[in-house]
């Protein structure tokens, strides 16, 4: 900034240049982190599916993903007859947006984070889902297409319903930190809040997938019925940017397990000796939440629509509900032990037995009821006579 | 000219423009589109208050959830979203006399008040606004009474819907 003052330069218009220049930047090597993203994403559904995945371009297919970008440029861009066209060319855009704006409060090192330490971070994941949900509808509406429509219907019901236990488990570490900043969430885990609130880190988890739109709710996609969904009638790199914003809305929500649950770019104290090693730690654990993702999309099928509904509704929303209310109060309760160290153990042993307690006979109440439904349909259990 | 009111400016007339837009729009899934970006536009106002929380509440819970339901009821209620017929009817004139006086009731009481050539006393760091808001709304000396009234109608309504929609059937 000095320099730039020092050619002349007014003062607000080299902060506005400098603001824009890191935003370049961050934006550039996400982009470029994507394109990797896609030969990770095809390597390791490869292994998933007993397969070597791409291996002819380069070093273990490395170049493979510079040759889909050629591809799907060069692919005849095509606009179905009937289609709303400046709708339909925008919902691309904003489904990249939506991923590319999470990255503004994504705290990459103790000090450096994309653009604000907002105080409101973890509000804002779920504002820029909004976005994300919109672009979908937008996509599906103004392709023209039956297929389309009905994909993003149901994209939009999972993503609408499944945004309220995502909400209530973005307040579990805000109660545990007395922040809404991810940077002070962060800051706030000397003891790695998936230890304090491990059924919370489970059902976010859900909840995200759910999100995404991967398997197994990738019900907007359901390629045996829909074709490809909302996204059946984009092509080239309009289908690209809808193709890789999933697979880096994967990647950032594996980044927010980490921060949310998992210490962020903390991990011993290292992260104090270098900020570049911070960012290693964090990437690290962004690409371990995002492998677990795939973990789940490759190994689950499908679930049906109003099951996956009914599951969010009627089990993990009362179960979200019930354990903030378990959570705030077990905080409140044992607020005293936190303070010092040598009683730091209650706290969490009690925060953990706490929190697994809640899961443990929301699981049961599951299993009667599913009991109860099933004999219903098939009769009272014979009993098996050995 | 600051670099905010450039920027004030050019938010009210996206805004402004967007809800023009809103009822003209022939369009009834166009309409909704413009309706999410004056909503939009709002919480940019609101971010250039220095009121970062209710400008992504604004996000949230208007674009995130009312317009998307608009847009799916739309969807749902009709197979051609274009209005052919006229876009006035006959109380078009009720309508603009009743919004001249609104607003020249609105710039009289403007007049009398000193708010807009004042200065806004700055922000004192480390101002937590979201703590502030969050005791305001949950004591008694403030608003807890408006806050449970609005959270029990809110209720009211989810259980009024539950039952039209579970229990009406015949």
């Known amino acids: ?145 039956k297929f389309a429509l009905i994909g993003a219907f149901r994209q939009v019901a999972v993503m609408v319903s499944f945004e309220i236990p995502m909400l209530t488990m973005l307040l579990i570490p805000t109660i545990f930190a007395e922040s809404m900043g991810l940077n002070a969430i962060i800051e706030a885990q000397d003891i790695w809040f998936v230890w304090l609130a491990p059924v ?58 980490a921060i949310l649950f998992f210490g962020g770019y903390r991990f011993f104290g290292l992260e104090q000796v270098s900020a570049f090693l911070a960012i290693a730690i964090i990437v690290f654990k962004a690409f371990i939440g995002y492998w677990i993702i795939m973990w789940v999309k490759y190994t689950l099928l499908r679930i049906r629509i109003d099951h996956m509904l009914g599951f969010n509704w009627k089990f993990l929303t009362p179960l979200a509900f019930v354990l903030l209310m378990v959570t705030a109060l077990m905080n409140a309760l044992l607020a005293g032990y936190r303070d010092g160290s040598s009683t730091m153990w209650i706290y969490v042993l009690g925060m953990f037995l706490s929190n697994v307690a809640v899961g443990w006979i929301a699981l049961e109440v599951a299993r009667a009821y599913s009991r109860r439904e099933r004999q219903k349909v098939e009769g009272a259990k014979k009993v098996a006579t050995t | 000219m600051t670099g905010e009111q450039i920027i004030f400016i050019l938010t009210a007339l996206f805004t402004l423009g967007s809800g023009f837009m809103v009822v003209t729009s022939r369009n009834l899934i166009h309409a909704a589109l413009w309706l999410v970006s004056a909503l939009f536009g709002v919480a940019v106002t609101y ?122 059937r015949k």
């Open chain 1, 200 to 257: 919370a880190a489970v059902i976010f988890l859900i909840a995200a997938i759910a999100e995404l739109g991967r398997a197994p709710f990738d019900m907007a996609e359901g390629e045996s019925e829909l074709v490809a969904g909302f996204n059946t009638e984009y092509s080239g790199m309009k289908f690209g940017m809808f193709y890789a914003g999933e697979l880096l809305h994967a990647f950032t929500f594996g980044g927010f397990m």
């Open chain 2, 47 to 168: 971010a250039l208050l220095s009121a970062a929380f209710l400008a992504v509440v604004q996000v949230v819970v208007y674009i995130g959830a009312i317009a998307i339901l608009f847009i799916f009821a739309v969807m749902l209620t009709r197979k051609d979203m274009r209005d052919q017929g006229p876009q006035m009817n006959s109380n078009w004139w009720f309508g603009a006399l009743l919004s001249v006086l609104v607003f020249v009731g609105l710039f009289f009481l403007l007049q009398g008040w000193n708010g807009l050539s004042r200065t806004a006393s700055e922000i004192p760091a480390g101002f937590d606004a979201i703590s502030e808001l969050g005791d305001a709304l949950i004591s008694p000396d403030a608003y807890v009474l408006p806050f449970e009234v609005a959270s029990v109608l809110l209720v009211a309504a989810l259980i009024g819907a539950v039952y039209v929609a579970a229990f009406n």
């Open chain 1, 1 to 145: 900034m000095g320099i730039l003052t020092g050619w002349g330069m007014p003062e607000i218009a080299a902060q506005i240049l400098i603001g824009f220049l890191g935003i370049f930047v961050l934006v550039a090597l996400l982009m470029v982190l994507d394109i990797f993203l896609v030969w990770v994403e095809r390597k390791v559904v490869a292994r998933f599916q007993d397969r070597i995945g791409p291996n002819r371009l380069g070093p273990w297919g490395l170049i493979q993903p510079f040759a889909d970008i050629i591809k799907l440029i060069i692919k005849e861009d095509t606009t179905p007859g009937g289609a709303d066209k400046v709708v339909y060319n925008i919902a691309p855009m904003l489904s990249m947006m939506s991923v590319l704006i999470l990255w503004a409060v994504v705290p990459l090192a103790p000090r450096i984070i994309g653009v604000e330490d907002l105080n409101i971070g973890a509000l804002y994941i779920i504002a820029a889902g909004a976005i994300g949900t919109l672009s979908i509808i937008m996509a599906g509406w103004s392709s023209n297409n």
